[in-house]
Each structure stands twice: as structure tokens, then as C-alpha cells.
């Protein structure tokens, strides 16, 4: 018992062994931000709903749902316990949209029209007008991630946290992990989870994390794929490249320069010829991908490299006309940061901030300290200062506040400020661009 409940176990006893197989798997939630919603309107199972924009507007819903139902059949006191009998023509559609706002994740349905995590609202209105546009609900999606990921513990603790809807399981060594290549005991975990939380998941279990990954996607929605070493040639080599994770859009175009399209025409060619083309590190790595080697271990615990808070405008700023806006907007990124810092027992020395233009081009610049801070205050002033070596006499669509070099609070000594920051840190001035910063420096 750990707090959580029982502990899982499979019926089975498993003679130890020397060596045994490792066994590592990934599992995914099944689009997990919809599926939450799903729990909670139920009556939208199989419509295409996308998940983004603003915050949940319950009160419009209920006002609508009252002036139609004027006899007092929806009151504030029952409206939460009748979700599910919300009528699906009260819901908002996607149709005519129009703003910034970015889809977090889409039902299957909704992807069977081509809309898909990250894109705009307006492009996916396009696509699928009929869809049903539901906003984000994080705490809740919070909610259900700490239940899945307890489940998973109680049966295998050996658990990597890969964000809020992922994980990495160590297999090697759980009773039952071994069986059928790790498929008994991805069963059990996933009937587990479906039973407390009605959530579905995909398992894909292999020799190591690199293959795991790209396993899980096999067979999604709530599958399981297993892949043992000997399946590196014929399941893994005819795919694009890529479905390694590790390869991006820039990476795989020059790929497919040198004629390399699949895995298997990426392990085909000679490790010196991939170190000539992408450089020692990135070459070396390129070949041991191909032939399906990663040793990296399952870390139950990762520090975060860095914590940070940004936000899109509903419509272009610029540093001197929206200069109020942009500085209130600008304080409180800082204060959250600082926030996520403080509650997460963080401090960090190289603060930072990102700009996205009306054009789409983005710029960051950073600053480092001679100590480390989580302190508000302090962040928005450095984070200011970066502001002096970017343009702001164009509009701004995005604004982030980073902060990074992150070390436990408490456990580097607390330094004055040195000369060399001071010079770092001289008082507000236009930049090269003509433009003050005045509004990101506290009064």
C-alpha cells in the first residue's frame, strides 16, 4: 500500500532470472484532452470535437439553456450534476470563427477531417465547420493525470513522467513484465486505468524507449504493440523517418536530399558518412536510431531544465500604443513564472523572453546571472532588460517570459551582485532600433 489504494498484481509467479529481457514501454492517452471532455458531455462521443481557445463560459450555456427552457428545468444549483444532458445543438461550433486561438487536441472524429494538435481554430473551421469547439479545462486534465499515473505506479514504479498525458514504464522486472513481451502486463494497465477513470490509453512496449515510442503509435486508440529486437527489419525499417522521435521537419529535408526516406535507407548508410553530413554528435546518434539503440535508462525523477509562461494576443500589440496592455501582460508572465518557480522549491540564473512578430517571425534573447532567483520582481527586470537587443517598432503577436539554469532553492549560496552583471544591467535606453523599453521596467 502507498496512499493510492491496493497494490495491483498479476497472477502469475516468475522464476528469477539472470538477465532479464529489458522491457521498457511508452503509454500514451488516447486524445487525452477530448477524452476528459468526453467523460464530462458524454452525449458528444463520436462528433468531432476540437479542445482550444478561451476559458469554459458555463454561465452563457446556462443562460441559453434557460431562455429556451423558461419553465425553470435548468437552475444554477443542478447545472453541474446535468452536464450530460446538455442537448448537443447548445454547444458552439466551430463555424465562422474567428481569432488566434490553437487547437490542443481534436477527437478522432474531428482528425478524420485533417485537423490535428497545434493548428489554428480559423484553419480548422475550414475543415470541419459542423465540429464542436469545447475549451481548455487544465485543472481538470491536471485531475486526470495525477489519477492515471497513480494507477500506474501501484502496479509498476518504475515510471518516467513525460508530461501530463505520457509516460515511459519500466517492464524489465515487474512480475508478469515479461510475459508475452510485456503484452499481460500493458493489459493490465490499461484495464486498470479504464476502470477507475473510463479513460482509454496505447501501449507499445520494446527493448528500449526509442522503440517504445514509436510503437505506441501502432495501433492508437487504446492498443498495444510489442516489438522485440528481431522486428527492427521488418516493422521498423519501412517507416518514414520521421517517426523517430528526434528527427524533425529540417532534419528529415535533408534526409530526403541524400535520398534517404525510410529508416531502413537511414541505417544503410555507413556511420562515418552520417558524421561527415550531420556532424559527430548528431550523425553518431542518426545511425544508432536507425539500428534501434537507446540505452537511456528510465528517470523516475528529471529536473526541469527551465519554466516558463508566454501568450498569444487576440490582436497585435505595439510597445508604444498598447504600451499599458503589453506591461500589465508582461508583469504577470513574470509573477507566473515566479509562481511555478517558488511552488516547485526552483531558482534560476538565466532569464529570458520570446517575441513572436505579426509576421510570424520569432526572436529570443536571454540574459544570465551571477545568482539565482524567483523572485518576480527581479525576473521582470532582467527579463527587460533582454528587450533592449530585439525590434519592437514592429507589432507583437506572442510574448513568453523564460527562466532557466535551474537548481533547487536553497542549494547555491545567495551572491551579491557583480560587477560584470552591473555593467550587464545598465538602466533603461533605446535600443538599436530607436525604440525605449520603458514599459517593461517597473516604475
Known amino acids: 500500500m502507498n496512499g493510492h489504494g491496493p497494490r495491483y498484481a498479476l497472477g502469475v509467479t516468475t522464476a528469477p532470472t539472470a538477465c532479464p529481457v529489458r522491457r521498457i514501454a511508452h503509454l500514451d492517452m488516447d486524445a487525452f484532452y477530448a477524452s476528459c471532455e468526453l467523460l464530462r458531455y458524454p452525449q458528444l462521443k463520436g462528433l468531432p470535437v476540437v479542445i482550444g481557445g478561451g476559458r469554459r463560459k458555463e454561465d452563457d450555456l446556462l443562460g441559453k439553456l434557460q431562455a429556451a427552457y423558461p419553465e425553470g428545468e435548468w437552475t444554477e444549483d443542478s447545472f453541474a450534476d446535468r452536464l450530460a444532458e446538455i442537448p448537443v445543438n447548445f454547444f458552439p461550433r ?15 472524429a474531428a482528425r478524420q477531417f485533417g485537423i490535428g494538435s497545434a493548428m489554428g481554430l480559423m484553419k480548422a473551421a475550414k475543415l470541419c465547420p459542423q465540429a464542436i469547439l469545447l475549451p481548455v479545462d487544465f485543472e481538470r486534465y491536471r485531475h486526470y493525470s495525477r489519477s492515471f499515473k497513480d494507477i500506474i505506479t501501484d502496479i509498476a514504479p518504475v515510471m ?3 508530461g501530463v498525458d505520457e509516460v515511459y514504464i519500466d517492464f524489465t522486472d515487474v512480475p508478469g513484465g515479461q510475459r508475452e513481451g510485456g503484452r499481460v502486463l ?13 479513460l482509454t490509453c496505447s501501449v507499445g512496449v520494446a527493448p528500449n524507449k526509442l522503440l517504445a515510442k514509436m510503437a505506441s503509435e501502432f495501433n492508437k486508440p487504446n492498443g498495444i504493440s510489442i516489438v522485440h529486437e528481431a522486428d527492427l527489419r521488418p516493422l521498423i525499417w519501412p517507416l518514414a523517418c520521421r517517426k523517430i522521435n528526434g528527427i524533425g521537419p529540417k532534419a528529415d529535408v535533408k534526409l530526403q536530399s541524400h535520398g534517404i526516406q525510410t529508416i531502413g535507407e537511414l541505417a544503410a548508410r555507413e556511420p562515418h558518412w552520417l558524421i561527415e553530413n ?9 545511425h544508432a536510431a536507425a539500428w534501434g539503440r537507446d540505452e537511456r535508462p528510465v528517470e523516475t525523477e528529471s529536473e526541469p531544465v527551465s519554466m516558463s509562461r508566454e501568450t498569444t494576443f487576440e490582436r497585435d500589440l505595439h510597445a508604444v500604443r498598447d504600451r499599458a496592455e503589453l506591461g500589465a501582460v508582461f508583469t504577470r508572465l513574470c509573477q507566473q ?23 510570424f517571425q520569432a526572436v529570443t534573447r536571454d540574459q544570465s546571472l551571477s545568482d539565482y532567483t524567483a523572485d518576480a520582481q527581479r ?6 532588460q533582454t528587450l533592449k537587443r ?17 537548481v533547487k532553492a536553497g542549494t547555491v549560496p545567495a551572491q551579491g551582485a557583480t560587477y ?4 550587464a544591467n545598465p538602466p533603461p535606453q533605446a535600443n538599436d532600433h530607436g525604440q525605449t523599453q520603458l514599459l517593461f521596467f517597473d516604475d
Not at 513564472?337 to 509576421?359: H, M, P, S
Not at 525576473?379 to 527587460?384: L, M, S
Not at 560584470?420 to 555593467?423: C, G, L, Q, T
Request: hydrophobic share 40%; glycine share 14%.
Open 94 to 108: 466551430i463555424e465562422g470563427y474567428t481569432g488566434r486561438g490553437v487547437i490542443t487536441t481534436a477527437t478522432y
Open 160 to 162: 518516467e513522467n513525460r
Open 186 to 198: 500493458a493489459r493490465l494497465i490499461q484495464k486498470c486505468i479504464f476502470d477507475a477513470t473510463g
Open 278 to 286: 550531420f556532424g559527430k554528435s548528431h550523425g553518431a546518434w542518426l
Open 337 to 359: 513564472v515566479a509562481a511555478d518557480l517558488q511552488r516547485k522549491g526552483y531558482e534560476g540564473r538565466t532569464i529570458g523572453i520570446k517575441l513572436r512578430y505579426d509576421n
Open 379 to 384: 525576473i521582470r527586470q532582467v527579463a527587460g
Open 390 to 406: 530585439v525590434d519592437l517598432t514592429r507589432r507583437i503577436r506572442l510574448l513568453g517570459v523564460r527562466v532557466g539554469s535551474l
Open 420 to 423: 560584470s552583471e552591473a555593467i
